[in-house]
């Protein structure tokens, strides 16, 4: 019999916050939050690294003894390159030098191909950079939205992590809690659910963690098809939002897109991301896969592990294509 709290199978956790959200609502928790994250990372104007400011030598070194068995899994999808209802502008691979056009020549040959890449859709693995996020005129911390330009962001881009993010990743398995596959689309993961989560795996999320929660997007996209994940999605609460603030995680990935679309906040179409990425300053990863973790994490009986995200070297980028590793 689930604990009390715990939800039913099927069902999210007792949540006051499970409602809608007034704008109201939304502008008194923003403002929470970004006072929160002023007190606790780098301040104005220069915005730092934001929440990544919870991760230090320390908590690195802390990470790496969660290895234990040494197996390595990916948490990124397959990059899609045909279109789909989630995809409709699907990445391009093609290549450039093929060795069998030359398979009568003799000498050395090369295999060469260019790959081209829409960052910031709705089916492929990506990190969101803290310049990604442009509310109310300013990015993260306040710096001003012109600082991203035709030419690329001249602040607050990926190039603030180019030698990686690196600490101990938590998984929260959301549809496991609720004794279902997936989350269905439009559904929301609240504070509760969060909290329950941690209780029934036996984990708890710390200070400059790197917090994973699936909703299951990824497993019913494999499994029924692709839709179009813009128009409806499970995601986060925004309310839940506070819960990665008072932890201080340093950085938040799903294998949805985080937000839940259609969006719980009135007149706000993407609030988690407005919450996490401009006011706490987290680092996003969206439609990460956890399918291959899953059944590890069980085997194993832990939902922690060093996680290791490196994304490619874009100085100037919003974003960039990830392929998070986790180390068990």
Do not use: K
Not at 297 to 309: A, Y
Not at 313 to 325: D, E, M
């Amino acid at each position: 019999m689930p604990e009390p709290g715990h939800a039913q199978p099927g069902q999210r956790a007792p949540d006051s916050d499970a409602r809608p959200q007034s704008r109201a609502a939304f502008d008194a928790l923003y403002a929470r939050l970004r006072q929160r994250a002023d007190a606790t990372g780098a301040p104005p104007p220069t915005g730092g690294r934001g929440a990544l400011a919870g991760i230090t030598p320390a908590t690195v070194r802390a990470a790496a003894a969660e290895v234990r068995s040494g197996l390595t899994v990916s948490l990124s999808s397959p990059i899609g390159t045909d279109a789909a209802p989630d995809n409709p502008h699907p990445a391009g691979h093609r290549l450039t030098s093929r060795p069998e056009a030359e398979a009568a020549a003799t000498g050395l040959h090369f295999a060469t191909d260019h790959f081209s890449m829409n960052v910031h859709g709705d089916a492929d693995s990506h990190l969101d950079a803290l310049c990604h996020v442009v509310y109310e005129g300013t990015l993260y911390g306040g710096v001003p939205a012109r600082t991203v330009t035709a030419e690329g962001a001249t602040a607050l881009s990926v190039d603030l992590v180019r030698n990686g993010i690196v600490g101990r990743g938590v998984l929260l398995d959301i549809p496991r809690l609720r004794g279902v596959p997936w989350l269905e689309p439009g559904d929301h993961v609240t504070a509760d659910d969060l909290r329950a989560a941690e209780a029934a795996q036996g984990v708890r999320v710390g200070v400059g963690d790197i917090l994973l929660v699936r909703v299951g997007h990824r497993r019913r996209r494999e499994e029924e098809g692709p839709w179009d994940a813009s128009r409806s999605r499970a995601g986060l609460h925004p309310a839940a939002m506070e819960f990665l603030a008072e932890r201080r995680v340093a950085a938040l990935g799903s294998d949805g897109n985080n937000d839940t679309a259609p969006s719980l906040t009135e007149g706000v179409d993407f609030p988690v991301h407005v919450l996490g990425i401009h006011a706490l300053g987290l680092h996003f990863m969206d439609y990460l896969r956890f399918e291959d973790l899953v059944p590890l994490c069980e085997d194993e009986d832990r939902w922690s592990f060093l996680c290791v995200v490196a994304p490619l070297r874009l100085p100037a980028a919003t974003g960039s294509p990830v392929n998070p590793i986790a180390i068990l």
